[in-house]
């Protein structure tokens, strides 16, 4: 077990549907990563949050958007779905850093089925 | 542009063998190098890890190499079991400014090992 829980762990939905991904973080670490992996795909990051505040953006579309909450669990959320949204989505946290503070431990993930 | 590349899909390996999985990677400013597994429907798993000062990190059946002038690092699993089999992501880390590091992952290898 990772310390990085997400949920849910499976969401089935239509197009044009707006959707909500959740990320609760390790304990103590203030970074929030997002992750799709497509079929074929490697792990495409979305972005990064550092306690409340986007740090860096990775290949997120516009119609994503993510933020952290003064709790630090973070929110991503994705609207006018389409079929290729469909994917599973990683969560990770670390405390930031150089080093072996760039281990990110990753969550179980949440498999995203836009039909 | 892909800047970690994992140029085997696959691998398959019999029980007992070595099992070595090949990164190479284009972006000089990488200076700390990860590999991740991946079973099914579970997020990735850290492994092992390497800074880029070094060319050898070893943990248990777990060697990673480094060869920083030919931009390739290997991961050598031995005695290789079947319970290793699993996707092997990649991934090296860059300052990105401020307190930011971003790791880049490849697109990962499936390691089957054979009974």
């Known amino acids: 077990d990772s310390g990085v829980t997400q949920t849910p762990k499976h969401l089935i939905t239509a197009t044009g549907q707006r959707v909500t991904l959740r990320c609760s973080p390790r304990?103590?670490?203030?970074?929030v990563y997002w992750y799709q992996q497509s079929l074929d795909q490697g792990l495409q990051f979305l972005i990064h949050y550092y306690n409340g505040e986007e740090r860096a953006k990775g290949n997120i579309l516009e119609r994503f958007s993510a933020q952290q909450f003064p709790d630090l669990h973070s929110e991503l959320n994705l609207s006018s779905l389409e079929l290729g949204d469909s994917a599973l989505y990683f969560c990770?946290?670390?405390?930031?850093?150089?080093?072996?503070?760039?281990?990110?431990?990753f969550g179980a993930g949440t498999r995203l089925s836009v039909l | 542009d892909q800047q970690v590349k994992q140029n085997s899909p696959s691998l398959s390996v019999q029980e007992g063998r070595i099992s070595i999985l090949n990164c190479d990677y284009t972006n000089s400013m990488f200076d700390y190098f990860l590999w991740y597994k991946k079973y099914p429907a579970e997020g990735p798993t850290f492994l092992i890890s390497?800074?880029?000062?070094?060319d050898k990190n070893e943990d248990g059946r777990f060697t990673v190499f480094l060869n920083k002038s030919a931009k390739h690092l290997s991961l050598h699993i031995v005695p290789s079991h079947p319970g290793d089999s699993a996707v092997y992501f990649c991934?090296?880390?860059?300052?990105?400014?401020?307190?930011?590091?971003?790791?880049?992952f490849g697109k990962g290898t499936l390691l089957t090992v054979n009974p």
């Open positions: 304990s103590g670490d203030l970074s």
């Open positions: 990770a946290s670390n405390k930031q850093g150089g080093g072996a503070k760039n281990i990110q431990y």
């Open positions: 991934a090296a880390s860059a300052y990105s400014g401020g307190s930011n590091y971003k790791l880049t």
């Open positions: 390497i800074s880029s000062i070094k």
